[in-house]
Structure formats: C-alpha cells, structure tokens
C-alpha cells in the first residue's frame, strides 16, 4: 500500500489533483494506491487541521479490509513534509519524500512558498513546533528515502541533505537519491525521476 499525499505549500489552490497520476501509475504496477487529501491554508487547514486530516487518512485504512503489512507514505515538496511527519505516529513501514520540506525552520528562513511555513504553523516556527518538524523528530522508526534534484528551485536540495545528515547521525535509516527534473519532474510519471521513485518503492518492498 503506498500513501499518496500531494504537495503545494500546504495551499488551498493545490489538491489532490496532483497526485493523481502518480497513485494511477502506481496501481498499473500493482499496488495499492491511497490518493490521500487534507484541508489546506485558505481551506480551514494548517495546524493542527492538515495534520488531523493526514492522521486520519492513514487511520481509515485499517477499515477498508487492505493488506496494510506493508504502508508506505510517498509525498512531494509539503506532501513529504507530511509523509514523515505522519510516520512518528506509527503505522507506516518506510517514507518516500519528494522534493521534502523537512526542516520547517530552514524553509521559513529561505522564504519557500512566500512565507508559507509561517502561513501554515500560524506563526514562525520556534521550538513549540518541534514536534510537526521531519528533522527535530529523528530518529524515525522506519526506512526514509528522500529524492530531490539538485536543480530544484522551489525546495532546496539542502532540505533533504540536511534531513539525512542529521537521521544519520542518530543512527537512523536515512539516505538521499538524486534525481534530475527540478521540483516537479518526480511527479510527472512519464520522467526518468519518477521510475527511480518506484524504483525506490519496489527496493523498500523487498528489505521488508
């Protein structure tokens, strides 16, 4: 089973649209795909409502009847923010992020997505928001994989370096695939970083 959640800066323009083609992709191949939606700033979202809305995604599923010996949360650009902040919760067996916003802290001082950190917490990110914060929860429990393009533009590559630095420093599994595209080639199915997307998807089935 692999959990879609869509990126955006957390936005309200930005739904579940955009990870579409990737969950029809990934049933093509067999998988089970969730395509997984949540409010958004504009939308009655941010915290805690995104939050509650990705939790509760992952939690409806016990109620479908799925296998669910194997959950993987895939999520691109806010959607890997996401991705991994859900799998502190348990229940997830590895995380792919795409493109991640992983240290919240770092992303509102870059200004990514015009100030979107700020819009999404309600303020600027201080050490009460540790705990919505991919980088300030490792270690992880499970497998992270994080794919980004050094050529991205919209979310700096450091985002993920830096998160797999400091998971491997406490000993977690965390490693970091480069990809070419900029930000939005992981999420084109029809690219080169999307096949190393499965890629990765199919290598964590078989470590399980």
């Avoid at 990737?22 to 969730?34: I, N, P, V």
Wanted: glycine letters at 14%; aromatic letters at 6%.
């Amino acid at each position: 089973m692999v959990v879609v959640i869509h990126g955006g800066f957390w936005k309200q323009p930005y739904g579940l649209e955009w990870g579409r083609p990737l969950a029809a992709d990934l049933a093509s191949r067999g998988w089970a795909a969730w395509n997984l939606e949540y409010r958004r700033v504009g939308g009655g979202g941010g915290v805690p409502a995104t939050l509650d809305d990705v939790a509760a995604g992952l939690d409806v599923l016990a109620e479908l009847g799925l296998d669910l010996s194997t959950v993987v949360t895939l999520g691109h650009s806010a959607g890997g923010h996401l991705a991994t902040w859900v799998a502190a919760r348990g229940g997830v067996s590895a995380v792919v992020s795409q493109a991640g916003v992983l240290d919240l802290r770092s992303a509102h001082a870059d200004h990514l997505g015009d100030g979107a950190v700020e819009a999404f917490l309600g303020h600027r990110p201080g050490v009460e928001d540790d705990g919505y914060d991919p980088i300030r929860q490792v270690p992880l429990g499970v497998p992270v994989r994080c794919l980004h393009a050094a050529d991205d533009d919209t979310v700096p590559i450091s985002q993920s370096r830096d998160y797999v630095a400091a998971a491997a420093a406490v000993g977690a599994d965390a490693t970091l695939v480069e990809v070419d595209g900029g930000h939005f080639g992981l999420v084109d199915p029809a690219t080169d970083a999307w096949r190393r997307t499965v890629g990765v998807l199919d290598s964590l089935v078989r470590s399980q």
